[in-house]
Each structure stands twice: as structure tokens, then as C-alpha cells.
């Protein structure tokens, strides 16, 4: 009786390198991305320079490519090579950013500049505010109007809206209401305003809608009326912003504009 002939083993698969890269690769280009971001953004707000977050699309669009690469030298070379689950991995990860995070993160990102947009125009027209205390209750000339709330704020990023950063400022000034005192211009809208008697009288200006600041193109110093708001709208949902001449923030559609005043009649 013969012996029996010893079974030969099939070779061993190596994993695949490029498996294992594509996998890697899918889960920190999204993690570098957003650090970078952070990084930009924080130069955002001295040299206004803006990054898309097409540039977050970009890196994920290569890393799907890059694991579907992977995946098909996997599949073809499946008797030598091993890690189909890692390319696969690779390219579930890489969708579920490219379809699911991205999306999620340009929501956030928009809301976010709407609200450093919002913030920035308030804090201007407190600036306004301010300047008035300082000048006998008159806001500034609107021709120079930049120039002299830039000694009321120290931050000069304020002035720059971040959907258009490489405006030195992306607001602008109702000329209607250019050395205006502002007792004059809110008694039009309650008849015993008085300065003196702001914070009282504060909750009773729900109805101001009288324009101090507004969202335009003009740049620095820039003035103007109605015709010189944005032409198109800045920010998501259509919102463009306002300050009204009670230092109040205000949000409106572009194409409803119709309550706003700009040059209140006298009384």
C-alpha cells in the first residue's frame, strides 16, 4: 500500500497595500480637511480670502476613486491578493462622505457665515449707536461712515460679509439718515421717543423699519438707498441683513422688501 501523497497547500494571499491605503486614505482626507479649514478660516478673518467647501468634494471624490482603484486590483487579482473588505470598506466610507457628511457640513458651514454675517452688521450698527453717544446723538456722515466706526470696533473683520470677503466691507449706509440725529429719526416712528429713555422705550420699537445698514456691493464708505442693496442674496433662504436706525438687527427676504423704510417722512 502506497503512502499517501501529501496535499499541497494553495500559496498565501498578501494583503493588498493599495486596500489598506484606501481605506486610510478615506478616513483622514475629510479629518485634514476640516482642520485645514479651520486653519483658513481663521486667516478669513484678517485677509478675507474664502475656501470652498468644493475643495471637501474634491477630496472625497478622490478618495472613491482611489478606493474603487483598489477594489478592482483586489478583484482581479483575488488569488494573490487578499483585503476585499478593506477596499470595500474603503469605498462605503468614501459615499457615505461624499453623499451624506459633505452635504451635511456645506449646511452648516452656510448657516454659520449667516450668522457671522448677522453678528457683523449688528455689531456695527452698535458701533452707530455709539458714535451717536460720543456726537450728540447724530449718526456719522455716510460719505466716511467706515472710517469713523472703525474707532468703535477693533476687530476689522466686521466689516467684511463672509460670502463676499474680497469687499473691504460688504455693507453700506441709508444716506437718507447721513449726521442724522437719532432722536429726530426714531420720533417719526414713536413721537415721545427719547434718547435718554432708550433702554425703556427699546421693546416699543418693534415697528422701526427704518434702514441705518444694509448688505450691498459698494465697499468701503459706501452709501446709497434701496437700489444699492445686493442684487442677488447672499445667504441661504434669500435673507439679506439689515440694522434698522433702533440698532436693531433686521432679516428679510431680497424680494420683500416693501416694509423697510429708507427715508421716513416727517411728522
Known amino acids: 500500500m502506497g503512502e499517501a501523497t501529501p496535499t499541497a497547500l494553495p500559496p498565501r494571499r498578501r494583503t493588498s497595500k493599495l486596500a489598506i491605503a484606501a481605506l ?10 476640516f482642520f485645514s479649514a479651520l486653519v483658513i478660516d481663521y486667516r ?12 471637501l468634494y474634491v ?14 486590483r483586489v478583484v482581479i487579482g483575488r488569488r494573490r491578493l487578499a483585503g476585499l473588505g478593506l477596499a470595500v470598506a474603503g469605498v462605503l466610507v468614501s459615499l457615505f462622505g461624499l453623499f451624506v457628511v459633505a452635504p451635511v457640513l456645506r449646511e452648516m458651514r452656510e448657516a454659520a ?15 452707530a ?3 451717536a453717544q460720543d456726537h450728540g446723538g447724530r449718526l456719522p456722515p455716510s460719505d466716511r461712515w467706515c472710517d469713523c466706526l472703525s474707532a468703535y470696533t477693533p476687530y476689522r473683520f466686521v466689516f467684511v460679509c463672509p460670502e ?13 439718515l447721513s449726521g442724522k440725529s437719532v432722536d429726530e429719526v426714531l420720533r417719526r416712528v414713536h413721537p415721545n421717543w427719547d434718547w435718554r429713555d432708550r433702554k425703556k422705550l427699546s421693546s416699543k420699537l418693534s415697528d422701526d423699519r427704518t434702514v ?17 442693496l445686493v442684487s442677488r442674496p447672499r445667504h441661504r433662504g434669500k435673507d439679506v441683513f439689515c440694522v434698522l436706525s433702533s440698532g436693531s438687527a433686521y432679516t428679510r427676504e431680497r424680494n420683500h422688501q416693501s416694509d423697510l423704510v429708507w427715508n421716513p417722512p416727517q411728522r
Open 24 to 33: 486610510v486614505t478615506s478616513v483622514a482626507g475629510p479629518i485634514l480637511w
Open 44 to 55: 478669513n478673518q484678517t485677509t478675507g480670502h474664502d475656501m470652498s467647501i468644493r475643495a
Open 59 to 72: 477630496v472625497l471624490s478622490a478618495d472613491l476613486l482611489f478606493a474603487l482603484i483598489a477594489l478592482t
Open 113 to 127: 457665515r449667516g450668522m457671522s454675517c448677522e453678528m457683523s452688521i449688528q455689531n456695527l450698527g452698535a458701533a
Open 129 to 131: 449707536m455709539m458714535y
Open 164 to 176: 463676499a470677503p474680497r469687499l473691504r466691507c460688504g455693507y453700506a449706509f441709508n444716506r437718507a
Open 212 to 228: 441705518l445698514l444694509y448688505e450691498s456691493d459698494l465697499g468701503w464708505n459706501g452709501a446709497g438707498g434701496p437700489h444699492s
